[in-house]
């Protein structure tokens, strides 16, 4: 793999997504907005009517900072796969980039960086809503948008890598049903993980949802402790290393 071909024209770039982003952000921001609240009211406040207290918290507490970090990684991971994928094979947007003096490497990272934003708006308007309810209980809360970025930025490579390697759209398929969802409920969303077999415990481990759960249930709850530091730590090692693997891939797949 040669050295990434980054320019300042990626900013060119993020600024024309984020240009089409603001002309229809009512829409973009309604799906992944909703979800999490029904996932408040029906499972925080329905189920947790009947569910005893975790970690000694109320349900519907130990619930809402995990749907802070699960909506993060949902909104990225949408973006840079269907929505980079629309725009690289249907609308031919990456060819005409590339026709100018922005390079490949600019397009793939802008599309990186945007996915970075989305996880940072749509986990932070989840915070707002956890805040007004008054699920926050520390001004550490205030730490959890650089969590987002982090946690974003990793999950928009993840999602970049695989589609860089699929020949359709309909190959998502696998990677939500396969990946996303398994993460979603196996990453301390909705459950101790202390619960599960040892095997289940160490898996989930490498999950990155896991890691960015733990930051953000520990900062929106005040509780603050030396581990959340190796939690940060994972995901910023994580992202640094597999970053030149999607603009690799997804290079190749432009450039045939």
Known sequence: MRAPDVSPLV????????????????????????EPLLYIAALGMGLGAYVQPMEGLPYL???APGLVASSAMFATSYECTYGTFVRMEYQKTFHAMVATP?????????????GT???????????????????VASPWALLVPPV??????????LSMIW???????ENF???????????FLFSGVFFPLSGLPQIMQKL???????HVVNLVRGLVLGQVHPGLIWDFIWLAALAIALFPLPLYLVRRLVIK
């Open 11 to 34: 900013w060119q770039v993020l600024r024309r997504h984020l240009i089409v982003f603001s002309r229809n952000w009512k829409t973009n921001l309604s799906f992944n907005f909703f």
């Open 61 to 63: 507490n130990y619930l």
């Open 102 to 114: 922005v390079s490949m490497d600019d397009i793939i990272v802008a599309e990186i960086l945007f």
């Open 117 to 135: 934003f989305k996880s940072i708006l749509y986990g932070s308007v989840i915070l707002a809503v956890i805040l007004a309810l008054g699920l």
């Open 148 to 157: 987002l970025a982090v946690g974003g930025f990793l999950f928009a490579v």
């Open 163 to 169: 589609t860089g390697l699929v020949p359709n759209i």
């Open 173 to 183: 398929n696998y990677f939500f049903s396969l990946i996303m969802t398994p993460l």
């Open 204 to 210: 989930a481990w490498a999950s990155p949802l896991y």
